[in-house]
């Protein structure tokens, strides 16, 4: 059975720093595409970052680029999303996802596994 597991949220100031982490277990990931969804409320789920299995290859949201920095550890079948400059519109539920594919898709229902998500809230 797949598991990811994130930790890492919080409560922060905006301008303030916070990484998530995501331990996955069942199942390797080191040949596949994890990433970073978010979802704030009433909004739909949206792509934050995502990294390909060598981590040579990232994808940022727009949003979030030269802020946020995705990595991940094959050895510990993790990864994480390391989060500075926080904007209170960074505001969200954080969620680790993990694809069977190889190449980084923006779309949710391209990947496969899903944590349960981790609240990040950024005060003003």
């Known amino acids: 059975q797949v598991q990811l597991v994130e930790s890492g949220g919080g409560l922060v100031q905006a301008g303030g720093s916070l990484r998530l982490s995501c331990a996955a277990s069942g199942r390797t990931f080191v040949n596949n595409v994890m990433g970073w969804f978010r979802q704030a409320p009433g909004k739909e789920r949206e792509f934050v970052a995502g990294n390909s299995w060598s981590a040579s290859v990232t994808s940022y949201a727009d949003s979030v680029k030269g802020r946020f920095t995705i990595s991940r550890d094959n050895a510990k079948n993790a990864v994480y999303l390391q989060m500075n400059s926080l904007e209170p519109e960074d505001t969200a539920v954080y969620y680790c996802?993990?694809?069977?594919?190889?190449?980084?898709?923006?779309?949710?229902?391209?990947?496969?596994?899903w944590g349960q998500g981790t609240q990040v809230t950024v005060s003003s």
């Open positions: 996802a993990a694809s069977r594919q190889w190449l980084i898709k923006r779309g949710a229902d391209e990947y496969d596994y």
